[in-house]
């Protein structure tokens, strides 16, 4: 399991209604492990919660994130917005990226939202043309304006209150050109309606929904100790680790974090997380034990 860092609130910055930054440090002030745009780190929180939010800044000693407060949620964002104040400690691990910031001739970047978190660092990185299209409900719920407005050229960048229009905005892809989003799901399905796989690259804060109708139990060959699991139709192939003893890392059991990424070894995968881009998928290379399952009867993973 990677280390869990010891931190401390350093600053808190109210970016909009409904969202805060937090500059997270060692209490030392040491340096933290370097990061790239799209990476994210995981916030272990009190009472067992572990959320994962994305790197939207920060430097060599320091990392800022940005949380927005869910309503609807199942509590982390709560006690991030209720319990993180300047001076508080928390403990975190990572970072990890599964939205890596990859060389292209120009992009275009769309944000919904707090999607706009992943790829604020990704606009001060980008060595070719690019464009942003951010939108949201009220410009008063869409964080970071200001700097975006102060920081960047201007006419590169396009804020929107309501609706996007996508298919004007990425019409006439040029060969080569990469699309990144990060949003909302209706978002994020949208864009995806547009652009072909190649070109697009997303990251989403929510799962996707599995049809589980047909599920059926598999084997699980564990190659390193030899042993061989059953998976049930009605359970993960994590909770099947964990009913055995078997210690894996994991976090959101949605398949949005990518912590629970796991090397196949033999097998074809059924997957469902919300991480892996169509050609990782396509290799087999890896799955997310929390939501995937095998197509056939075995998968023979790297525990």
């Known amino acids: 399991m990677s280390e869990l860092l010891d931190l401390v609130v350093a600053e808190r910055r109210q970016e909009s ?17 370097a990061w790239e745009p799209g990476a994210h780190v995981d916030l272990v929180l009190a009472d067992g919660l572990e959320r994962q939010y ?30 993180l104040i300047p001076g508080i400690r928390v403990r975190a691990r990572g970072p990890r990226n599964h939205f890596p910031l990859e060389a292209a001739p120009s992009y275009r970047f769309v944000a919904g939202g707090i999607g706009i978190t992943p790829i604020l660092p990704m606009l001060n990185a980008v060595a070719g043309e690019w464009s942003l299209y951010y939108g949201g409900r009220s410009r008063q719920a869409m964080a970071f304006t200001e700097e975006l407005e102060t920081g960047h050229r201007a006419d590169r960048i ?13 019409a006439g892809l040029r060969p080569g050109e990469l699309v990144y989003a990060c949003g909302p799901e209706p978002l994020l399905a949208a864009v995806e309606a547009i652009v072909p796989p190649e070109a697009l690259r997303t990251e989403r804060f929510t799962a996707t929904t599995a049809d589980t109708t047909g599920d059926r139990p598999f084997e699980v060959e564990l190659a390193r100790s030899g042993r061989t699991l059953t998976v049930p139709a009605d359970a993960s192939i994590l909770a099947t680790l964990r009913k055995a003893g078997v210690e894996v890392l994991y976090s959101c059991t949605e398949g949005t974090c990518g912590t629970c990424e796991t090397e196949v070894l033999a097998g074809a995968v059924d997957h469902r997380d919300s991480v892996l881009t169509e050609q990782e998928r396509a290799s087999d290379d890896t799955l997310m034990v929390c939501v995937s399952r095998a197509k056939e009867g075995r998968l023979t993973l790297d525990l």
């Open 17 to 33: 209604a409904d969202v805060v930054s937090l500059i997270l440090r060692r209490p030392d002030g040491a340096p933290l492990p």
């Open 158 to 170: 396009r804020l929107c209150e309501g609706p996007l229009d996508l298919p004007a905005y990425l």
């Open 54 to 83: 994305s790197l939207c800044g920060g430097d060599t000693s320091s990392w800022r994130i940005a949380v927005l407060r869910e309503r609807e949620g199942r509590g982390g964002s709560a006690y991030v917005h209720g319990e």
